[in-house]
């Protein structure tokens, strides 16, 4: 898959996403998209909410697409404008709990096989992150960090 892609199919749009701070010990997960960023891109789970959907059930679902744990969801942490052209999104972030611990790296169903940008999902410290180019870590990184305190 190539960025060509990423632009053909993501531009010019301005997408909700609800996403979910899930945290295990002092450890944030994140799913690693690749063609995002300068050479891929460390974000939370979370994707698009569709047309009727609530924000909670897009969470849920988005989390069982991406993760395939189910989770509850908490507090209302964040507010962001993504802007990394051709990506634009509006991201709503909460805090989510899970009772399940056994991760899959999922899919994103709005690309098929042949394009899909989910490459791996990882539980990851503070310590792992400031190990990254800051163009491959998602704009609120190291804020997500200060939610878990």
């Not at 990423?6 to 609800?18: A, C, G, L, M, N």
């Not at 679902?61 to 993760?67: A, G, H, N, S």
Request: aromatic share 12%; hydrophobic share 40%.
């Amino acid at each position: 898959m190539n960025k060509e892609f990423i632009e053909t199919h993501f531009r010019k749009q301005i997408r909700i996403r609800v996403c979910g701070i899930l945290r295990k010990d002092n450890k944030i997960l994140f799913i690693k998209h690749l063609n995002v960023g300068e050479d891929y891109l460390w974000a939370p789970p979370g994707g698009g909410l569709l047309y009727g959907e609530t924000i909670h059930d897009c969470l849920k679902r988005e989390f069982r697409e991406e993760t395939g744990l189910p989770i509850q969801i908490g507090k209302f942490l964040a507010f962001h404008e993504f802007i990394d052209l051709p990506l634009h999104a509006i991201e709503l972030f909460f805090e989510v709990t899970t009772d399940n611990e056994q991760l899959s790296l999922g899919i994103d169903p709005e690309l098929n096989s042949e394009n899909q940008i989910i490459h791996e999902i990882a539980f990851l410290s503070f310590e792992q992150v400031i190990q990254e180019k800051p163009s491959n870590l998602h704009q609120l990184t190291y804020q997500f960090f200060d939610y878990i305190k």
